[in-house]
């Protein structure tokens, strides 16, 4: 009787450090010249996070994370596409509440926060890309104010070990140095990133 009596407060710890990994999507923006229009974004790929949490009250937490995800840059019209190999590097700060108090065996949460985001495009642009007449994809790294809004579950599997699913949307201007619409083309301002991760953490 005394163990299971201690058993919330086993669970009821402060800290989390994790990781997770994931996929990485990116919905397509449209570079509109004149009355035609090629989709420009980023490609489908993995993605990988480490945080540092700390559950503050019974409800409210916070967490700083470190993301970096794989992902060419892509532009597309038809059958003909370009794309260039990049990745990107993601730091923020995340406030999350907790539908149930700590010490809970599962626990839905919903996040938000703001950092930054730096895109790195790393391949070699071709001397004649494809669709250049709508946008050109450059080397270089790009730096952007994020916007991080996320919802999940933790499910403590055991007395320091937690398992978490989680998806968040990431939000940033759109990286128009290294995707840079040509003369005469326009690109919406901003990019989202759906990152849906499996993690886990351990808890003290």
């Known amino acids: 009787m005394g163990l299971i009596g201690l058993a919330p407060g086993a669970l009821a710890q402060k800290w989390e450090f994790g990781g997770g990994i994931g996929g990485s999507f990116y919905p397509s923006r449209d570079v509109t010249n004149n009355s035609t229009t090629a989709s420009a974004g980023i490609r489908t790929s993995i993605a990988s996070g ?3 949490g700390q559950n503050a009250s019974n409800k ?6 470190f993301d970096y995800q794989l992902g060419d840059l892509s532009l597309e019209r038809g059958s003909t596409s370009a794309n260039l190999t990049a990745q990107s590097y993601g730091l923020h700060y995340d406030v999350l509440w907790h539908a149930t108090p700590r010490g809970s065996k599962v626990r839905p949460f919903l996040a938000a926060g703001a950092g930054v985001k730096v895109y790195r495009a790393t391949g070699q642009p071709s001397l004649v890309q494809p669709l250049s007449q709508y946008a050109l994809l450059t080397q270089g790294n790009e730096m952007k104010a994020l916007l991080s809004l996320g919802a999940g579950v933790k499910w403590q599997i055991a007395q320091s070990l937690q398992l978490r699913l989680e998806v968040h949307d990431y939000i940033t ?6 995707i840079a619409p040509n003369v005469g083309s326009s690109v919406p301002g901003i990019l989202q990133n759906i990152v849906p991760m499996l993690a886990i953490a351990y808890t003290f």
Do not use: A, S
């Open 50 to 52: 480490v945080w540092l």
């Open 173 to 178: 201007p759109f990286p128009k140095e290294l």
């Open 60 to 65: 409210w937490g916070g967490e700083i994370r």
